[in-house]
């Protein structure tokens, strides 16, 4: 997690504090803890952050930066906007898998330990945390106006439906493997293919879809 913009100093609390809030969770966390793990006293990390809610907002921020310009690079461009769905769904799911502790912290903050962050600090920084979805967001509104996904879809569920069936992906396969007569994709790149195209191209057969009309 590096970003130019930042101190080495700065940089240093930040890789520390990323490494102790994924594994122990935001209320677990001293800042003394992460003065020991990162070398440096407490007062260093005041002078470099006012508080813990800052710090732990601005390691999501720089996290969720760092996943969407992968995950944006790996789509790539495209013409074909059910090509670039596909791309970035494989990318996304590659990235949550990759790399687990930097996915679980983004997904905890997002999730679970938003309410545990003072809300002027939560609010000045929320639309960071979403960087992805709503790249993805503006991704499926370019497609409708290119009149290649129906205008009638919200953007905002195709969304939700993909991000959140890779996070699922992510956190669940090994324990989805091991239910009963099922036939679960472990393969990453497996999965987002298949649920891409299930979102593309839906469940039902041409038949069953005739009977709906």
Known sequence: MNSPEISSGAQKVLSAAQELFANEGYA?????????????????I??????KDELYCAVLKAACLASAEM????AGQDNNYAKQLTN???????????NPSV????????????????????????????????????LIKAGQVAKQIKPEINPSTLATLMIGANILFMKARNVLDEVPDTDYPLDPEN???????????GVL??????KLL
């Open 103 to 138: 996915s679980t912290l983004v997904i905890r903050g997002l999730l679970e330990e938003s309410s545990n962050i003072d809300a002027t600090t939560n609010d000045l920084t929320a639309h960071d945390f979403d960087c992805n979805f709503n790249r993805l967001v503006t």
């Open 88 to 98: 970035f769904a494989r990318s996304h799911v590659l990235h949550l898998t990759n």
């Open 205 to 210: 057969t041409e038949q069953q879809e005739d």
């Open 71 to 74: 995950i944006t690079h790996d």
């Open 46 to 51: 005041y002078h470099h952050f006012e508080s």
């Open 191 to 201: 999965f987002a293919n298949t649920m891409i195209d299930i979102l593309l191209h």
């Open 28 to 44: 677990s966390v001293s800042i003394a803890a992460i003065a020991d793990r990162a070398q440096v006293s407490k007062a260093n």
